[in-house]
């Protein structure tokens, strides 16, 4: 039986990566979140892409709800999507602040709350939000990505404790630096500091990623609250 999953920011980086995985193993519906479909899985039969911006709640409930979603059991659901705005604190732009916090902390929230009744319709059902060893370090330029990143790590773990009477588990994985669209905009100094605090030197790419994704979802149902970081962290 296949199992079925959804996959926020599945258009681009490392949500995109993921799909490809999957679809390429067969072994899942996958059911793709983002504001554009990607036009390289139109023809995929086990892809099924819900159209919304994550920022506007609203939508995504109606979105969520007039899809089959709610009606079956949900296996895994993934929380790939996020922003990365640089900004010295001399710089700061409020909205843009609030906007980053709601993309990469409050959405993940949100969907665990739409989508609770079928995640724990599923037996040994699994949350896991894609953070950043960025949560751990102090990027010159990048206080408010890492601030989300760590507000999303904290949340999982106080996640991981509420959800477990329902047999839903909830893990993080923290890639070290993976150049994607959202991080083409870093500068040589910031790449070179993030890399530089890899335990495992070498290229992380999105594929690396998807691949530890599904190490998770194969893994024990034993292992909950937990965070992988994908290329190590050296502290």
């Known amino acids: 039986m296949l199992k079925s999953i959804l996959i926020s920011g599945a258009s681009s980086g490392i949500g995109h990566a993921l799909c490809e995985h999957l679809i ?60 990365m705005p640089s900004s010295l604190i001399s710089a700061l ?28 319709r599923s037996k040994q059902s699994l949350i896991i939000n894609i953070t950043s060893i960025a949560a751990e370090l102090d990027i010159p330029g990048e206080i408010v990505y890492g601030a989300t990143k760590a507000a999303l790590k904290h949340a999982s773990e106080a996640m ?8 839903i588990r909830v893990n993080c994985i923290a890639p070290a630096l993976v150049m994607t669209p959202m ?23 999105p594929k690396d990623v998807a691949m530890a994704i599904k190490y998770v979802i194969d893994g024990p149902a034993t292992i909950s609250g937990s965070t992988l970081y994908a290329g190590g962290i050296a502290r």
Do not use: W
Request: contains cysteine.
């Open 183 to 205: 991080t083409c905009h870093l500068t040589d100094s910031q790449r070179e500091y993030m890399r530089s605090k890899q335990s495992l030197k070498g290229e992380v790419t």
């Open 160 to 167: 991981a404790i509420e959800l477990a009477r329902f047999g």
């Open 93 to 120: 732009d409020p909205k843009c602040a609030l906007d980053a916090f709601s993309l990469n902390c409050v959405a993940p929230l949100y969907l665990a709350k739409l989508l609770l009744k079928p995640l724990a």
């Open 24 to 83: 390429e193993l067969g072994d899942y519906d996958i059911f793709g979140m983002d504001r554009k479909p990607q036009a390289s899985f139109f023809d995929e039969p086990k892809y099924k892409h819900l159209c919304c911006d994550l920022l506007e709640f609203e939508s995504v409930k109606n979105e969520i709800e007039a899809s089959s979603i709610l009606k079956i059991p949900l296996h895994t659901l993934v929380n790939c999507a996020g922003v």
